[in-house]
């Protein structure tokens, strides 16, 4: 069974680093793209970063500079520095593998001093 499980999240003070992993395993015959979207408290599910199997990234302007997306095989990471708290939410990983769309469970990053 194909999925994507997310970690690194945690409590972080504003000013602060994290690296989230995702990882896809199970049966994979072909990985595209994998992207990072998050999700704050009330607000809806937006993009944050991407990146192909080729290498290309892409970032959401509110996180540029700061996030910085990376990729090894069936594995993404997302290094994110000078949190804010505005960036508290549940970070999900998302991928088309095998020509279908998955999501992970999410990893929840709360910044707070």
């Known amino acids: 069974q194909v999925q994507l499980v997310e970690s690194g999240g945690g409590l972080v003070q504003p000013g602060g680093s994290l690296r989230l992993s995702c990882a896809a395993s199970?049966?994979?015959?072909?990985?595209?793209?994998m992207h990072w979207y998050r999700q704050a408290p009330g607000k809806e599910r937006e993009w944050v970063a991407g990146?192909?199997?080729?290498?290309r990234t892409k970032y959401a302007d509110s996180v540029k500079g700061r996030f910085t997306i990376s990729r090894d095989n069936a594995k993404t990471n997302l290094q994110i520095n000078s949190l804010k708290p505005e960036d508290t939410a549940v970070y999900y990983c998302?991928?088309?593998?095998?020509?279908?769309?998955?999501w992970g469970k999410g990893t929840l990053v709360t910044v707070s001093s």
């Open positions: 998302y991928a088309g593998i095998n020509g279908m769309e998955y």
């Open positions: 990146i192909t199997s080729e290498g």
């Open positions: 199970g049966s994979i015959f072909r990985l595209n793209a």
